[in-house]
């Protein structure tokens, strides 16, 4: 019987199935693409000379930690992220954009060695300094990656529902299928299927929009929900 329920499984049930049995590689992929254009975003902004001078600073630190390491060992590697993090020591608790850039370079250290709840409490630091800022969406929706890693589901579900709304989050609809599908990781299935469905009235015609679409379609045919 399992066979046949296999052979009869439709392309969209495949792709969803592989989505969520590969999502930490896919969201970790995304969540450095974003981190990528955000650091850009921030160069571009017109900042204080304050500011100026603390971001520099960061930005030495991040060089020193990046530049050439596909040619060193992890032991090599480990030593980087160690001075990097004892230099950032002095810019995690700046207030405004050098604060923030510091603790997100501190979580992406974190993140490196698995310490998952290190790397959330980096990102929660980024939430309280940047206030409304544009990092706000991002820094929910690493949050919620943090938490899926540790297991914890529910939170994990929240934060990436925290990170919707923002007119300039370029993540609205990866989040928002997140959200969803960590209610499913836990037992929600009411709320994943009342998440997809907001998915699927913003009507954004993605491929995260696809996938909510077909596991809406799946839990309804294994009538769990109408």
Not at 62 to 84: G, Q
Not at 112 to 140: F, G, M
Not at 152 to 161: E, M, P, R, S
Request: net charge negative; glycine share 6%; with cysteine.
């Amino acid at each position: 019987m399992a066979v046949k329920q296999f052979e009869k499984a439709t392309v969209g049930e495949k792709i969803s199935g592989y989505m969520l049995r590969h999502r930490i590689p896919i969201i970790a992929a995304s969540a450095t693409v974003v981190i990528a254009i955000v650091v850009y975003t921030v160069a571009a902004l017109v900042i204080s000379k304050a500011s100026e001078k603390n971001i520099a600073g960061i930005d030495a630190i991040e060089y020193e930690l990046t530049h050439d390491s596909s040619l060193l060992s992890e032991a090599e590697l480990e030593e980087r992220r160690e001075t990097a993090l004892a230099a950032l020591a002095q810019y995690l608790n700046k207030s405004g954009i050098a604060g923030a850039r510091a603790n997100m370079l501190a979580a992406d250290i974190a993140f490196q060695r698995n310490e998952y709840e290190d790397a959330k409490l980096y990102w929660e630091r980024v939430v309280s300094q940047s206030k409304k800022s544009y990092l706000v969406p991002l820094a929910y929706y690493n949050i919620g990656v943090c938490c899926e890693e540790l297991g914890d589901f529910g939170n994990a579900a929240l934060n990436y529902g925290n990170a919707v709304g923002a007119d300039d989050f370029l993540l609205t609809s990866h989040a928002l299928f997140s959200s969803g599908r960590a209610y499913e990781l836990n037992d929600d299935v009411a709320k994943a299927a009342e998440t997809y469905r907001k998915l699927e009235d913003m009507a954004l015609n993605d491929n995260w929009t696809s996938l909510a679409k077909t596991r809406l379609i799946a839990l309804k045919a294994k009538g769990i929900i109408e």
